[in-house]
């Protein structure tokens, strides 16, 4: 069955450092990939995603993403995590072809510290 | 280009009670999604339409909840009779066919008590 992996339940980095968040999925081929962000009491915003091409994709507010596809991996990374970033980061696919049937991963809280 | 509406964006209602969500869509787009995200979760595809026709429900209680998309633009979702374990934010979303992004609206939080 496929599946969206986030390993990450919490994590916690200072303002200014760097990020990188893990994303695995499970498919039988390469999907549609995605990265979402959730602010409290908001709904889901687009980050970036890859459909082919160049494997190194960049979003908004200074986020990208590299495809790996002998990982089945799409991680998530910003060099400089602003206070602002706090919230909730989950990682989407969407099998290509079909009815792009959107599965997400259970995302991972990010929290920065001052 | 306006976004997709929900309606209400909160609900408290008593267990064994009925309630319905409204979504309007993005225009044009004629795949809709309705998702349930529970506290702490990711959300979890219950439903989607592809123009008014359901294309997966495969997750969907269907012994309680019900959803339709008439004329092939806004939705609503029913659950009939709730529980206490309905309670939950229940997103809803839009695609249109040439691109799979899809495009969310603030949600309804229900509180079932």
């Known amino acids: 069955a496929q599946s969206v992996t986030q390993p990450d339940i919490h994590i916690t980095v200072s303002e200014g450092a760097s990020l990188e968040l893990r994303c695995n999925y499970s498919y039988g081929a390469t999907p549609y990939l995605f990265w979402y962000v959730q602010s409290p009491g908001q709904g889901l915003q687009l980050l970036l995603k890859y459909f082919s091409g160049d494997t190194l994709v960049q979003g908004i507010k200074g986020f990208e993403a590299e495809f790996k596809r002998s990982q089945s991996s799409f991680n998530l990374r910003k060099p400089s995590v602003h206070w602002s970033d706090a919230a909730e980061y989950f990682c989407a696919v969407a099998l290509s072809g079909g009815y792009n049937k959107l599965i997400f991963g259970a995302g991972t809280r990010l929290a920065v510290h001052p | 280009e306006a976004g997709v509406a929900q309606s209400p964006r909160y609900k408290i209602i008593e267990k064994r009670q009925s309630v319905a969500f409204w979504c309007n869509p993005i225009?044009?787009?004629?795949?809709l999604y309705w998702y349930q995200q529970i506290l702490g979760q990711g959300p979890k595809l219950l439903i989607q339409?592809?123009?008014?026709?359901?294309?997966?429900d495969s997750q969907l209680p269907k012994d309680r909840f019900s959803a339709e998309r008439l004329k092939g633009v806004d939705s609503t979702l029913k659950i009939q009779p709730a529980k206490l374990e309905d309670s939950a934010v229940y997103l809803c979303a839009s695609s249109d066919n040439r691109d799979p992004e899809a495009f969310f609206g603030q949600g309804t939080r229900l509180t079932v008590v």
């Open positions: 339409f592809q123009n008014n026709g359901v294309v997966d």
């Open positions: 225009s044009g787009h004629a795949t």
